[in-house]
Structure formats: C-alpha cells, structure tokens
C-alpha cells in the first residue's frame, strides 16, 4: 500500500509540476558566496516558483498584484505561485527526492513550524542562506520569536517573512465586555449556547495550545524540546475543558469548522459571535473588505496567546536559488513589508525592526500600524507566548481528532 500511495502522489506531482517549471537554471558559483550584483544579474529571466497557502483572498492578491509585478519590473523574475501548504509540501518534496529528481518543481515555499521541522527531517531545505541577504540586517534575531520557529532555532534555513499573535474576535453588539481566560470563556458558553466555536485547523489548534499554557502549571512548562508526559497531561486539562462545554457549543460539539474560512463567514453570518485569527492585525482587513460588520473587535486572552513568525524557505532541490534569494530578500525589504501591514492589503505584522530603518521609513511604518479594531501590538506583547515544540501541533492534531471529534 506504500508503494501504491508513493506512487499516485509522484503521479500527481509530475501532472501538475512537472511541466510548468522552466528548464533554465542560474547554474553558477554558490550564490551565498558571490557579490549581490552578481545574484541579481544571475536572478534575470528567471521563472521562481512559490508553493503557498492560498485561501485568502486579501494575501493572494498582495502576492499577484504587488509582489509579482514589482519583481518583475525591478529585477525581470517571473513569480509563478501554486497552492499547497503544511503536509502538501512535504509530501511533495518527498516524493521529488525519492523519484530521484534532479531539481525540485519548486524553489520557495511558505512554512512554520511543523513543516519546518518535518522538511527539516528530510533534509529538504536549502541553507543556511539569510545572512547573505541584504535585508537581513533590518531583522532582529535576537527576538526569539523570530530566531526561534517553534522551539526550533532558525539558523538560517528560513527567512522571517511576517510575526503574528493569536487573537479572539467578536462583534461588541453581541458581546461589549469579552471573556478574558478560559474559565470566563466557558461561563461565557454556558450562558449563550450554540455561540462559539473554534476549527479544526493551524488557527484552532493553535487556540487549543493556548489553553495549555492557561492550564500548565508553570509558564515554562513547554519550552525546549518535546516532552510527552507533559505534553499528555496539558492534553488532557485542554480536553476536559472541551468536554465540559461541548454540549453548549455550534452544534452542540458534533462538528467544527473545518477552516477559519468556515469559521469567519459563520461569524460574518451571525450564527457564532466568536471567531479567531492567528493574525492580530486581521480584523481591520476583514471589516474593510465587507465580511465582518463594522461592530466587529480583536481581543487577547489575558491568560496569554500564541506568537509566532512564519517564514519563506528554498528548497533544497531548487535550480534557481539565486532568484529565490533575490524574492526572499524582496519579501523583506521595508516596501514589501509596510505594504503588506496596511490593514486594508494583508494587516501582516512587519519582521523589521522598525529602530533600524531610516527616519523616513520608521514614520510610514508607525502610520500603517494604525488600528481602529484590533489592539496594538505593544499592548499584547507581555500577552504573547511562544510556540511549544512542533511534535505538540503534530500530536495535538491528531488526538482533537481521534479522542474529540470521533468520540
């Protein structure tokens, strides 16, 4: 059966990748050991392809209608994009590397965390790379929420791309004063049945993580490497909370969303009056573009939240890496990130350090970090915890299905 499954997932590889990459390479000098000039005159001409989330419509069109025209009017590269995220990647590049293909279909993908760590088993990456990136020197790797990718140090084989916080949001119609830990949450559900919920997806299963640093018995209790007596016994305080509201959620518990999409258009219909996103600056985009009403507001659980960076990595089997680095280092500069942390384009917080930039560009940013329905970033940042270990997620997953939504 594993060689039948390897099989079609090469198949459909090869169908929808392997004819669209173009044959050219920028077959050179290692490009982390030349001159910059040199990269982007290696970089010209070049198609590089970008696996990527696509399911919103607001990061879709940032990546086509600014990031690709820019990149191909300022250095003549052709960004070709194509979905897929999490387990999709990896597969994808597992099966590249046991079909024995000499470059990948390919060269930047967009990841965190546990695909991070699994493309990383794998050998699947490219790198070290970001000190060789001009850019690099507007971001600060001391913040561990950057150097660090879900207890895992970063070393260079990913570039911080954006830095997000997990926030709740609802409408102040339904809900003026919002609960603030999960005990207030779960009086909260008991109080209006059927009226909250959380998806079965990265945001929701982040949410969940939350609740365990809310349940641990010590703020630390999940730094450093994976632990699975703790991790088992913050499982089990996170589920008994579930069961013991279950029964008062959308549906009663039987179903979730299966998306934040689902998730977000049941709060825009009314039929929730809570919603989440692991981007604390999404709100104000959601309002603008017409799916949430104006009444709508951001909030962070005083028991704390997740925070993390997410990242663009090359893969290990790109023929075009030079190209690649030259969009990595685009996607960092201080146009392509103040663009993309306008509330009304993505609301995507920045990697820079703002400190770092000229005068100029520090103004464009504080102006663009203007919220009128999410809090600022400096009030939830003592709010902000980091990322437990990527076998919690992997784990955490699979055990909401097996023992919640099975049960």
């Known amino acids: 059966m594993k060689t039948f499954i390897t099989t079609v997932l090469a198949i459909s590889v090869f169908a929808l990748f392997g004819c669209s990459h173009p044959a050219a ?20 001409g070049q198609t590089v392809t970008m696996q990527m989330w696509q399911g919103d419509p607001a990061i879709n069109a940032y990546m086509n209608a600014y990031v690709a025209p820019k990149l191909k009017h300022d250095f003549d590269i052709t960004l070709a994009l ?4 999490g387990d999709a990647i990896v597969n994808r590049l597992m099966t590249e590397k046991e079909a024995g293909r000499a470059h990948s279909a390919v060269d930047l993908v967009w990841i965190n965390g546990q695909t991070f760590y699994q493309l990383r088993q794998i050998h699947a990456l490219w790198g ?20 660090y990718d879900f207890q895992q140090p970063v070393e260079g084989r990913e570039c911080p791309w954006g830095k997000v916080q997990l926030l709740l949001i609802t409408n102040r119609k339904r809900v003026p004063v919002p609960p603030r830990n999960p005990a207030q949450l779960a009086r909260w559900i008991h109080a209006h049945p059927g009226r909250f919920t959380f998806d079965t997806g990265f945001t929701g299963m982040s949410f969940l993580k939350s609740l365990m640093y809310a349940f641990a018995d010590s703020p630390k209790a999940l730094d450093g490497p994976y632990n699975a007596a703790t991790y088992v016994r913050l499982r089990h305080r996170v589920f008994d909370w579930i069961r013991s509201v279950r029964s008062d959620l959308w549906r009663h518990g039987r179903t979730f969303p299966t998306s934040t999409a689902q998730m977000y258009q049941l709060f825009a219909n009314g039929e929730i009056d809570f919603a989440m996103s692991y981007n ?15 009444s709508a507001y951001a909030f962070v659980l005083h028991s704390g939240t997740l925070r993390n960076s997410h990242y663009i990595g090359i893969t290990a089997g790109s023929a075009h890496k030079a190209a690649s680095m030259v969009v990595a280092n685009f996607l ?62 992997i784990r955490l997953s699979h055990d909401f299905r097996r023992r919640i939504v099975d049960d």
């Open 332 to 393: 960092i500069s201080p146009a392509a990130q103040l663009e993309k942390l306008k509330p009304s384009v993505w609301g995507d917080g920045t990697v820079l350090d703002i400190a770092r930039l000229p005068a100029a560009w520090q103004s464009r940013f504080r102006a663009a970090e203007q919220r009128r329905h999410s809090p600022t970033k400096a009030s939830i940042r003592s709010y902000a915890l980091r990322e437990p270990a990527p076998e919690v997620m």
């Open 280 to 294: 604390d600056g999404e709100v104000d985009n959601k309002i603008d573009s017409g799916l949430f009403p104006a």
């Open 128 to 147: 070290p790379f970001t000190q060789a990136l001009p850019n690099n020197r507007l971001i600060d790797w001391s913040d561990p929420f950057i150097a």
């Open 25 to 44: 390479t920028d077959a050179g000098p290692d490009p982390r050991h030349v001159p910059w000039a040199q990269v982007v005159a290696r970089a010209r």
């Open 82 to 85: 194509v979905p897929g995220q």
